[in-house]
């Protein structure tokens, strides 16, 4: 005689996960999961940014971490936002090229003012990665010489322009060039 029992199996009812952010300055809370209005675990920071955000100050060029484009400031340092999953954020502060200036005035951050002043952009597609790799850099080191700004930038590309109009704004907004 055979006898077959049934496997009887309850679900237990599973909290939804949850991330949170501060992203220039705002706590920003966002449901993971695969759900239309959920942040898919597989999303990029870049995705999430402009997409879910709206922040579309970042740029995605290469979409492999090649180009610098993407970058932003993860807890004040310089990282590439396509290579970087949102559910890796969990407490981190991000800051986008939105999150500089003075939102009060409406003032640019002596940075940006610099690219403005030295034409250090043309399309303006890279500025907004240059901008942030420049801001890291200074953020650890206030008084970089030429040869230190340029390793800095090392990982930012640019088709339009000549570099050294980069160099020059970002060594104006240093210490050195106050």
Known sequence: MVVRT?????????????????????VCTMEVGTAPHQ??????????????????????????????SCTILIDGKAALSCMTLTVECEGK??????G??????????????AFVDHTAFQCGFCTPGMIMSAK????????????EVKEG??????????????VKAVLAASCKGR
Do not use: M, W
Not at 100 to 113: H, I, N, S, Y
């Open 93 to 98: 502060r991000i800051t986008t090229i939105e």
């Open 136 to 147: 890291a850099l200074l953020g650890e080191n206030p008084s970089p010489t030429e040869e």
């Open 100 to 113: 500089l200036g003075d939102p009060g005035t409406g003032a640019l951050d002596p940075l940006q003012q």
């Open 6 to 26: 049934q496997k009887y199996t309850r679900k237990r009812a599973r909290e939804t996960d949850r991330i949170s952010l501060t992203v220039n300055g705002q």
């Open 39 to 68: 942040i898919d675990p597989a999303h990029t920071l870049a995705y999430t940014l402009r997409e879910t955000l709206g922040l579309t100050g970042t740029k995605v060029s290469c979409d492999h971490g090649a180009c610098g």
């Open 153 to 166: 930038l090392s990982g930012n590309f640019c088709r339009c322009i000549s570099h050294y109009h980069v």
